[in-house]
C-alpha cells in the first residue's frame, strides 16, 4: 500500500507518473527526521505490489525552495551527542540511497534553493532538471559540518573538483552553472519545470518497465562504497565546539 505522508504530497498527473512534493514550504521543506523516514519507506514501494503501476517519480518542493537542506533545529536537538547522531546520518544517508535504488526513475525538479541536503537529494536522483531561479550549494561548512553524502557522490557525478569547490567554500551556484558542472540536464523557466518534468517522467513511465529497472540498476551498480566512513567522519563534526557555536549563532539570528 502507499506510505501516508505528511512531509509530502502525492499526486497522479499522468499514468504511471507520481509527484512527490515536499510540503513543508514555511521551513523551506527542511529535512527533519519525519522527512527521511518517510523518503526512505515510500522509495521502496514504487514498482512493486500495489505500487507496480508507478513507472517513474518526480520530486519537487512547495513554495520558493526545493529544500533548503538538513532542519537546524533538529541539529539543536541531536546537541553534539555521537552516539544519538550516528544512527540520524544512517537514516539520512539510507533516504538518499533509497532515491538511487528506487526501483523507478527518479526526477528531481529543482524549484528555487536546493541547499545542503536539497543539493544532495539532486545527487542521488537519476535526473535532474531546474528552474531558472534553481540555486545549488552544500551549506555544511558554514555550520561546521562536511556534506556526508553529497562528499561521496559528488565525485560520481560532478567530478572531484566541483565537489571540493562547493563542499569546501559553502558557495552557491546558479541553474545555468549546474548544467555545465552535470548537477543538471536541463535548466527551464520556472513556471513551465513541473510540466517538463512530468513530461520526461510520462515518457520513461511509456516505456517496458523491466528494461528501465535494469538500466537504472545496472547504471546505479557499485554505488555503495564510502558511506560507512562518511558517518563516522560526520558524526565527530557534530560533536564539536565549532559546530555547536554555528548552529547556536544561526539559531539566535532567526529568534530560535
Not at 227 to 238: C, I, M, Y
Amino acid at each position: 500500500m502507499a506510505a501516508e505522508l505528511t512531509r509530502f504530497e502525492r499526486t497522479e498527473p499522468r499514468s504511471g507518473v507520481v509527484v512527490l512534493t515536499m510540503s513543508r514550504p514555511e521551513k523551506l521543506n527542511a529535512m527533519d527526521q519525519s522527512w527521511f523516514r518517510e523518503l526512505h519507506d515510500v522509495m521502496g514501494t514504487f514498482g512493486h505490489g500495489d505500487e507496480a503501476h508507478v513507472r517513474a517519480v518526480v520530486l519537487t518542493g512547495s513554495g520558493r525552495a526545493f529544500s533548503a537542506g538538513g532542519d537546524i533545529d533538529m541539529f539543536a536537538g541531536l546537541d553534539g551527542d555521537v552516539a544519538r547522531v550516528r544512527p540520524h546520518l544512517r537514516l539520512v544517508y539510507d533516504a538518499f540511497h533509497a532515491v538511487e535504488r528506487c526501483a523507478v526513475p527518479v526526477i528531481a525538479a529543482v524549484n528555487g534553493l536546493a541547499y545542503g541536503g536539497g543539493t544532495e537529494l539532486a545527487l542521488a536522483s537519476d535526473v535532474v532538471l531546474a528552474g531558472g531561479s534553481a540555486r545549488f550549494a552544500f551549506k555544511e561548512p558554514t555550520v561546521g559540518l562536511m556534506p556526508g553524502y553529497g562528499i561521496v557522490r559528488g565525485p560520481d557525478v560532478i567530478g572531484r573538483h566541483w565537489t571540493r569547490y562547493l563542499a569546501l567554500s559553502g558557495r552557491d551556484i546558479g541553474a545555468e552553472r549546474a548544467e555545465r558542472i552535470g548537477l543538471v540536464q536541463e535548466v527551464y523557466p520556472d513556471d513551465e519545470l513541473n510540466e517538463q518534468a512530468v513530461a520526461l517522467a510520462a515518457e520513461m513511465a511509456a516505456h517496458p518497465p523491466l528494461a528501465v529497472q535494469v538500466g537504472k540498476a545496472f547504471v546505479n551498480r557499485d554505488t555503495d562504497g564510502g558511506f560507512a566512513e562518511s558517518v563516522e567522519a560526520t558524526a565527530l563534526l557534530f560533536d564539536t565546539d565549532d559546530h555547536r557555536t554555528a548552529v547556536r549563532t544561526f539559531r539566535a539570528a532567526r529568534g530560535r
